[in-house]
Each structure stands twice: as C-alpha cells, then as structure tokens.
C-alpha cells in the first residue's frame, strides 16, 4: 500500500522540528514532507533524527509559491496539511511587518486555496476518495489580545490582534474560516 503524504509547513522551526520526528517515528504509513523556506528561525539539526527515515521528505520551498504547491499536492497526492510556518516573532514584526502579511497572510491563502483545488471539486464537496482530507492550521492566543495578570481567552473570545504579527495571524484564521462549512 503506498503510503499517504502530508505537507508539514514550517517543520524546521520551533515548533514543527519537534512535531515532525515524532510524526515520522509514529506513523510510517504516512510520508511526511516538511515544507520550509529556511528563514532565520529554521534549523534542519533539530528534524536529523527524521532525515534519513524513508517516510520523511525535505523541501525547501516557500508557502507563498503556488505553483510549487500545487506540484507537491499532485506528485505526493496530498491528503493532510499542518501548517506551522509563520513569521512568529512579534518584535520583527514592529520593525519589518511586509514578511508578516506576505507569509502569514498571502501564504495561508496559498496553501488552503490550494488544498482545496486539490481535495474538492466545488464547496463543501469533496473529489471521491478525498472526504478524510484535513487542513489544520496553526492559530496563537495573541489573536484575542493582551491578557494583563489574570484572565484567559477563550475561543468566543473577541479577536482584538495588537501587533502587525497578531494581525496577520488573525487574518489568517479568518481566511481559513472562510473556507469552512458554519452551518
Ligand atoms: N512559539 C510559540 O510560542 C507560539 C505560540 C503560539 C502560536 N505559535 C504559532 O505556531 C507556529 C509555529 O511557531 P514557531 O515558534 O515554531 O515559529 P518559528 O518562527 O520558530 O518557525 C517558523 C518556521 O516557518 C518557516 N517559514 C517562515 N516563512 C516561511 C515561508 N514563507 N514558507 C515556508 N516556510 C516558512 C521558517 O523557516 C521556520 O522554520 C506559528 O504559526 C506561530 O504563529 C507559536
């Protein structure tokens, strides 16, 4: 049986290089391919464990780039993304917001508009074969604002981003709400 491929994006960064080895080590019938475009924050060190495991593939590429994406989504025939890749740190995003709103924001689009070219024919309709797909994206508590020394947020809690990386963060969950079925 060959296996199924999922894309994991941002998989050499903080967090993902954790998610990434542990994904290869636990699931072998999937193929794990780690989309990342290397920025400042990546390093491929912390994923080694997982380099030479044949269900694991390494792409260097970037999240923004469609037709790359849509080359992945029929070569491996994807049927799951977790996206992680991000511009994350809130102080670069003061100083150099264009990366936060390109990746963040235009890259998001990318990969769900393209998984969801791939996986459906029309809304809500799903290509035979392909009802399991799943999209899960990345959100952050930050979304909801600045908590002072008590409180908590919770998922009705009002979007109220404070910084150009929660605001880009924000408009993403929004772009991948818009792409859900709310009944
Ligand atoms: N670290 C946290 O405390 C935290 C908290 C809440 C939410 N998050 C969210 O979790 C996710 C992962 O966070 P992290 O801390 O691992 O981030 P990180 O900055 O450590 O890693 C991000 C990774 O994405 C890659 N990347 C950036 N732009 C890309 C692009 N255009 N195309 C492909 N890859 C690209 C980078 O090279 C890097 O490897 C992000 O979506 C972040 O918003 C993180």
Known sequence: MSKKS???????????????????????DYKIINLDVMTYAANLD?????????????????ICDRALI?????????????HFAAESHVDNS??????????NVMGTFTLIDAARKYWMDAPFEYKKGYEDCRFH????DEVYGTLGETGLFEETTPYAPNSPY??????????????CNHK
């Open 6 to 28: 999922i894309i994991v994006t941002g998989g050499a960064g903080f967090i993902g290089s954790n998610f990434v080895p542990y994904m290869v080590e636990k699931y072998p």
């Open 46 to 62: 912390n994923v080694k464990e997982a380099s030479d495991k044949d269900n694991y593939l390494f792409v260097k590429g970037d």
């Open 70 to 82: 849509d080359n992945l989504m029929q070569e491996h025939d994807v049927r799951g993304v977790v």
């Open 94 to 103: 003061i100083t150099g917001p264009e990366a936060f709103v390109k990746t």
């Open 137 to 140: 994206h990345v959100s952050t």
């Open 166 to 179: 929660s605001a880009s963060k924000a408009s993403s969950d929004f772009i991948v709400r818009a792409y």
